[in-house]
């Protein structure tokens, strides 16, 4: 068999470390074509000589002998040796790129949230009418694409027009949160939070903005956007458990009452390998394998969202439509920026957010401008 050919952007970062230690894994079954980092070029350079990969791209570089800027970061992601694109850029930057992968035909693993948040019902459309597959890698929404897999019926995110939808018949699916580090802390006031606290997240090792929505939860409000767009469901659809274990990575009850979970050790490598393998299981994950007597004790606890109030705009906002996703994104990336600055403490953070949606729909540099002049505001005061 032909080995998958990849295209990697983001590959510098943590997400691109764990698909590197997949492929590598499997050398018989993956081949990179191509890789694209922000600004380290040095170590782009190592993983293009580790990988033997000839095709670089940069986000921003003064290297004048790697393509960079958007074109070039489109032109990689959409690069004709590719059968599959990994996207994990961080933030907004990936969304052309994204676009451009589809538009070239080819299947593409998505990490970076961002562009389901702020665009997934246009990369949606797009992907059907081209006929490719988006295909998860986060944790939680690999856990419920392959809860939601099934012999008569598939997800929306890899559905052709003829196929039976799988969230038909969905009674609903529940992501599940480790609660971050102020899960147990009896009296939680958000004012007093210290950007350390929020920082020292107990079971992931992640960049600070992504550690921050943990800790305030609004990463899970983020992801149950994300669901929306993936599996075509419904925000009455959509449920939250806080599970502090992370062996439970979400879970799908259906019509008929059973409820379906995916479970393994808190590692990236098995959602990305089951992206890069799908529709097949390939053997051996660099991942050690889950065993029960590691699952003594599993709790889920239902979130108290009088103590997440990021989470519980998020609720309140999504029934409201999709004109609220680009907000609760927006208003928050800049709320948790002055947080992590020291300009503002962190039960604003909620507070620049509900004066975002209370502001109504508005097109993106409206949005950004609304929540800086809060910031501002809170931030004297
Ligand atoms: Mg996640």
Redesign the pocket.
Known sequence: MRRKRLVILGATGSIGASTLRVIAAHPDLFEVVGLAAGRDTAKLRELAARFNVRNLALADSDDPTIPHGKQALCDLAAHPDADLTVMAIAGMAGYEPTLAAIEAGHDVALATKEVLVMAGEEVMRRRAAKGVRILPL????SALFQALQGEAYRPACVRTADEPAAEARVAEAILTASGGPFLRRKELDWKRVTVAEALNHPRWRMGPKVTIDSATMM?KGL?LIEAIHLFNLRPDQLRVWIHPQSIVHSLVRFRDGALLAQLGVADMALPIQYALTWPDRAADAPVEPLSLAQMQGLEFIEPDLSRFPCLHLVFEALPQGTWTHPILTLANEVAVRAFLAGRITADRIAAVIEEALAAGPAPFDAILRQAEASVDRFAAS
């Not at 986060?138 to 929404?141: G, V, W």
């Open positions: 986060d944790s939680e929404h990463n992801e």
